[in-house]
């Protein structure tokens, strides 16, 4: 059963914070060193400076975006809502040259073991980032932004159709960043809508879409404090979710590539030999300088999943070749899992060529296009291997199961930013 509830969120004051487009970013493992460097830039009270607390340069950091967080708070940057809120989104972007627009709601949503079955993940964690995420909230003792979690309707899209009657209305406060989709906000307190909201999802198996790393950090928490406290605790119970419906139109998978790097000579020689072994190969040619453009046209090439096939391109520096690699085994048993491509290129080409230890060192996984380009021409690479986005139906009977992906095997699009409403764990 999904407990759903409102909270009082803390939000940006444009009174004291100025253009609050400014204030927003993505999440801290879609940031680059590049846009990291941006987004201070933008604005002096640009989330970034707390979402991304690992990248900072002091010893301290995550004491520092704490510190940092209360003098917002002390100084009226940011500021609580008077009431208990949920909090209807509308967001707007281009894909692919045609307009989208996704709508859910932002809510607190109770933690729950994975064996329970309310809560659901697809792929698996790495521990580096999970510490990280619980060290931030353990000095903050905030949230800076939500999981997406999407959700299944029931067969009136009860849900659905009140949340789009909603994001009819005038907003209550609109954000539209140089980069990242236009975000609008509708806040909701009454309580009897949010009942109705309530005992609609209160049936609804959830599932992770993105934010596996902070959820297990959330976990981590709340047992630390419930172990201290000997109590349970409505705030730190709860993890600050963005909820999107699985029929909602504008709910977009991409693919998420693997840049693989450092490799030793005989780990090379074992990608490229299991490869060839598995797999049936087709040159592909390229131009003298490998751009984001021409990389957009390639993963465009590689098309989206048809039956059971399975295909990924895969880039060689040493020899400066592209290809196009085809399953051999055409007729394929097994389950979805088994079947995906993200599970084949780690079972039959990662783990019998890299040992368990070493693949999180060479092996990152990378969705965006221009850093796999910049990546390519200062040759800091050895080989690209680019991804379909997985299905929403591979998804879904994925996660139905109770089965593990590899870790970043989904990359829903758009992440919800960080920065439009923060959680406070203590209220």
């Known amino acids: 059963m999904a407990d759903i509830q409102p909270f009082k969120g803390l939000r940006y004051d444009p009174n004291f914070a100025g253009d609050n487009s400014l204030n927003i970013c993505p999440p801290f493992d879609a940031i680059t060193p590049d846009l990291q460097k941006s987004l201070h830039e933008r604005s002096n009270f640009n ?43 509308k967001e707007e972007f281009q894909y692919r040259g ?35 995420r619980a060290q931030l909230m353990s000095e903050s003792r905030s949230n800076f932004s939500p999981l997406l979690v999407i959700y ?5 899209l009860s849900v659905g159709k009140l949340i789009r009657t909603i994001s009819g209305g005038d907003p209550t406060s609109v954000f539209s960043p140089p980069d990242m989709p236009k ?6 307190t009454d309580p009897g809508t949010i009942s109705i909201i309530q005992k609609k999802m209160s049936s609804s198996q959830l599932f992770i879409a993105d934010g596996h790393h902070r959820y297990e950090a959330s976990i981590i928490y709340r047992d630390k404090n419930i172990s201290v406290n000997n109590k349970s605790n409505n705030s730190f119970d709860y ?41 049936t190969i087709t040159k592909f040619d390229i131009p003298n300088k490998i751009d984001k453009n021409f990389i957009d046209s390639f993963i465009k090439k590689l098309d989206t999943r048809k039956d059971k096939e399975i295909i990924f391109g895969f880039y060689d520096s040493k020899n400066r070749s592209l290809s196009i690699a085809y399953d051999k085994n055409i007729s394929l048993n097994g389950n979805a899992l088994e079947n995906s491509e993200y599970f084949k290129i780690h079972e039959l080409i990662f783990s019998q060529s ?74």
């Open 98 to 132: 045609v307009k989208q627009v996704r709508r859910g709601f932002i809510s607190n949503v109770k933690i729950e073991e994975y064996s329970k079955k309310i809560i659901l993940p697809h792929e698996k964690t790495r521990l580096e980032w999970v510490e990280d």
């Open 239 to 279: 993890r600050m979710m963005m909820l999107v419906s699985y029929d909602e139109p504008g709910l977009i998978t991409r693919g998420y590539h693997r840049v693989v790097s450092d490799l030793t000579n005989t780990e090379y020689k074992n990608i490229v030999n299991n490869i060839n072994k598995y797999f």
């Open 47 to 89: 989330i970034v400076r707390l979402e991304l607390a690992r990248r900072n340069q002091d010893i301290n950091h995550y004491k520092n975006a704490a510190n940092t967080l209360t003098e917002w708070v002390n100084s009226g940057v940011l500021k609580y809502d008077s009431k208990p809120s949920i909090y209807v989104t």
């Open 183 to 188: 975000l609008s906000i509708w806040k909701i």
């Open 152 to 156: 299944k309707d029931d067969r009136f």
């Open 354 to 427: 890299i040992s368990l230890d070493r693949e999180d060192k060479v092996i990152l996984p990378i969705s965006d296009s221009k850093m796999i380009s910049d990546y390519i021409a200062k040759e800091h690479l050895d080989m690209v291997f680019f991804m379909r986005p997985l299905p929403l139906y591979e998804f879904s009977e994925i996660v139905s199961n109770g089965w593990r992906l590899p870790a970043k095997a989904t990359n829903f699009y758009p992440k919800p930013p960080a920065g439009s409403v923060l959680q406070n764990l203590e209220i």
